[in-house]
Nanobody, 115 residues
Framework: QVEVVESGGGSVPAGGSLRLSCTTS????????MGWYRQTPGAIREFVAA???????WYGAAVKGRFTVSRDDAKNTLYLEGLNLTPDDTAVYYC?????????WGPGTQVTVSS
């Protein structure tokens, strides 16, 4: 079982920002495109952002222009920064490879945006 640990979630006022982190094993991290996903109760998990090993990235329509994904290969850490948050950004945020591997889902980190 690969350990994946997300952190940095919490309560944020609308218009605020977030910075999430995700660490996993170097064996997984260094060779894979990594991604962020999010899920709200009763909904399917939604793609948020992904970044390749060469640093190129792309985003889901809901966050494009507001979120930025980055990676630090030396630390095996993936980051997600978000600006101008809205209540629609409230979700549990997960990281995984892209496409996601079924054995790489971690516990996620909850982000709650209050209006």
């Amino acid at each position: 079982q690969v350990e994946v640990v997300e952190s940095g979630g919490g309560s944020v006022p609308a218009g605020g920002s977030l910075r999430l982190s995700c660490t996993t094993s170097g064996k997984i991290f260094k060779i894979n495109t990594m991604g962020w996903y999010r899920q709200t109760p009763g909904a399917i998990r939604e793609f948020v952002a992904a970044i390749r090993t060469d640093g190129s990235s792309w985003y889901g329509a809901a966050v494009k222009g507001r979120f930025t994904v980055s990676r630090d290969d030396a630390k095996n850490t993936l980051y997600l920064e978000g600006l101008n948050l809205t209540p629609d950004d409230t979700a549990v945020y997960y990281c995984n490879t892209n496409p996601p591997g079924p054995h790489y889902w971690g516990p996620g980190t909850q982000v709650t945006v209050s209006s």
